[in-house]
C-alpha cells in the first residue's frame, strides 16, 4: 500500500497517482492537507491504526508513503477550548492543545519513517534559506555575497554601488491564489534593488534580504530525487521581463528550456547538499554565469516539476512512482 499526503490542487499528485495505477494494482490513500475529514486514529505497540473517512489502514500496510505537500494531515483531532471570561487562560489551553498536536505530528512522522520508505521530508519542507546558503558554501558551492539588514543607509549603499543588487524573502514569500469570487493570485518576486525601492523609507525598516545580482547567461530548475538528477536550462536572461525572476512568465514569448547535463561536480556537491539537508528529493535552483561558473539560489523541497518535465521530456512523475511502487510486496 501507498501512502500520499499532498493538497487537493496540486496536478503533478495526479500524475504520479496515474502512473502508480498504470505500472502497479498497489492500493494507493490520498489524503490532502487542505481537506476537512473524519479521523480516527490510534498509536500502540510502534504501530498505528488510522481510518480516513472511508479509508483504513495500518502501518504494517504500507511499504511507501510520499510526503508531496503539507505537514500534518489530520485536522481538527483538537477541538477549540475557549474558557468564558479568561483570555489568558484561553490562550494558554491553545497553545497547550497547539503542543500535543505537534508532539502527535512528529512521533507519526518518525514511526512512518521507521517503518517504510518515505519519499520527502514533513520536517524540511520549509528550510531556512540563510542556513542553506551557509551549507552550500561550506560545501564548495559557490552562491552569490548576501546580506541581511533592518537599515536603509546599509540598502542604500547596495543601491548606489556599482554592482547590481536584488531583494527578495528570506523564507518562501508570498504565494497565495485567492479561490473567493476575486479569484486572484498574490505572489511576491526578486526584485532588482533600486534608488525607487527605498521611497518613502526610514531610517530603519523590516530586516531585509539582499544578494549581488550575477550576471547571467542562463538560470537551472534541478529536479533530484535521491541521486538522481534531471535540470533544465531556461534562458531568461534574454527577455527584459523575466530577467531578474524568470516566474514573471513572459505568456506571448515563453522563455526557451531544454534539458542540460550538470557536471558530474556539481551533482556530487549537490547530493552532499540534499544529504546534509536530510533531502531525499526536491529542487535546486542555480543560475550559471557568462563565464561558466555555477551558483546556488536555493532549494524547494516541494517546488512544482511538472513543468520541466513536460517542456524537457524527462517523465518525472514516472521515476517518482517507480520510487513509491518498488517496495510494494
Keep these: 500500500m501507498i501512502l500520499v499526503?499532498?493538497?487537493?490542487?496540486?496536478?503533478s499528485t495526479l500524475d504520479v497517482m496515474r502512473w502508480i495505477h498504470h505500472l502497479s494494482p498497489a492500493r494507493?490513500?490520498?489524503?490532502?492537507?487542505d481537506e476537512e475529514y473524519h479521523v480516527e486514529l490510534t498509536f500502540a505497540d510502534d504501530d498505528f491504526l488510522v481510518r480516513v473517512n472511508d479509508d483504513e489502514f495500518r502501518l504494517a500496510e504500507v511499504s511507501s508513503a510520499w510526503l508531496r505537500k503539507g505537514g500534518f494531515w489530520f485536522k481538527g483531532l483538537f477541538p477549540a477550548i475557549t474558557a468564558q471570561g479568561r483570555p489568558a487562560l484561553t490562550r494558554h489551553l491553545s497553545q497547550m492543545l497547539e503542543r500535543e498536536n505537534r508532539t502527535l505530528r512528529d512521533h507519526f512522522h518518525y514511526v512512518l519513517r521507521k517503518r517504510c520508505a518515505v519519499l520527502g521530508s514533513a520536517h524540511g519542507s520549509t528550510p531556512n534559506k540563510l542556513v542553506v546558503l551557509e551549507h552550500a558554501?561550506?560545501?564548495?558551492?559557490?552562491?552569490?555575497?548576501?546580506?541581511?539588514?533592518?537599515?536603509r543607509s546599509h540598502a542604500q549603499s547596495l543601491a548606489e554601488s556599482d554592482r547590481g543588487h536584488v531583494t527578495k524573502a528570506m523564507s518562501d514569500g508570498l504565494y497565495l491564489f485567492d479561490t473567493t469570487e476575486s479569484k486572484t493570485g498574490y505572489f511576491t518576486?526578486?526584485?532588482?534593488?533600486?534608488?525607487?525601492?527605498?521611497?518613502?523609507?526610514?531610517?530603519?525598516l523590516a530586516p531585509s534580504f539582499y544578494q549581488q545580482y550575477v550576471e547571467k547567461a542562463f538560470e537551472l530548475r534541478i529536479f533530484f530525487l535521491d541521486d538522481q538528477f534531471r535540470a533544465g536550462a531556461i534562458f531568461s536572461q534574454n527577455d527584459e521581463k523575466t530577467k531578474v525572476d524568470y516566474r514573471k512568465y513572459n505568456n506571448e514569448r515563453p522563455n526557451r528550456v531544454i534539458p542540460f547535463r550538470l557536471p558530474q561536480e556539481i551533482e556530487h556537491k549537490l547530493s552532499l547538499l540534499a544529504r546534509r539537508l536530510d533531502l531525499n528529493t526536491g529542487s535546486f535552483d542555480m543560475i550559471v554565469d557568462r563565464r561558466g561558473e555555477y551558483y546556488l539560489l536555493e532549494v524547494n523541497p516541494v517546488g512544482q516539476f511538472g513543468p520541466l518535465s513536460e517542456k524537457c521530456n524527462m517523465a518525472i512523475e514516472r521515476m517518482i512512482a517507480e520510487r513509491l511502487i518498488a517496495n510494494e510486496r
Design 5 to 11: 499526503f499532498s493538497k487537493s490542487g496540486d496536478p
Design 28 to 33: 494507493v490513500v490520498r489524503i490532502n492537507a
Design 137 to 151: 558554501r561550506e560545501l564548495g558551492l559557490s552562491i552569490p555575497p548576501f546580506s541581511v539588514s533592518n537599515l
Design 189 to 204: 518576486y526578486t526584485e532588482a534593488l533600486g534608488p525607487q525601492s527605498l521611497e518613502d523609507v526610514g531610517t530603519r
